[in-house]
């Protein structure tokens, strides 16, 4: 399937709109991630026949008491060509990447993926 056309900054406007949109129990650990848009994840990232949205990168908060100062932050990277191509209409890709940036801070989180399919997040 071709991808849904939609420039890089109009993608970047629905992450932004998507942020906002988190459930206010997330800021914190907004605040301590850089979100970032790429177009594709880098080769070898994937699995033959698997198609990666999105991709958190760092220790789950869980795992730590917070970021080191000086410290790079943990990041969720999410893959514009990807979720392009999962949606069938350009209408789709806002709760698209509402659910794939809810379903990378929940692994920030240290939520599960049972948990994250629970809570509709997958």
Do not use: N
Not at 3 to 13: G, L, Q, T, Y
Not at 72 to 99: F, G, H, N, Q, W
Request: aromatic share 4%; proline share 9%.
């Amino acid at each position: 399937m071709s991808p849904v056309p939609m420039s890089h900054e109009e993608f970047e406007d629905l992450v932004r709109d998507a942020m906002d949109s988190l459930p206010d129990w997330t800021a914190p650990i907004l605040q301590e991630l850089a979100v970032l848009v790429e177009d594709a994840p880098a080769p070898g990232t994937t699995q033959p026949g698997t198609t990666l949205l999105g991709l958190y990168r760092g220790i789950p908060a869980t795992a730590h008491g917070g970021r080191v100062a000086g410290s790079m932050p943990d990041t969720i990277s999410l893959y514009r060509l990807p979720i392009l191509s999962v949606c069938t209409r350009r209408e789709d890709v806002p709760a698209r990447v509402l659910k794939v940036l809810g379903h990378e801070v929940g692994h920030a989180m240290g939520i599960s993926e049972a948990e994250l399919r629970e809570l509709g997040w997958f």
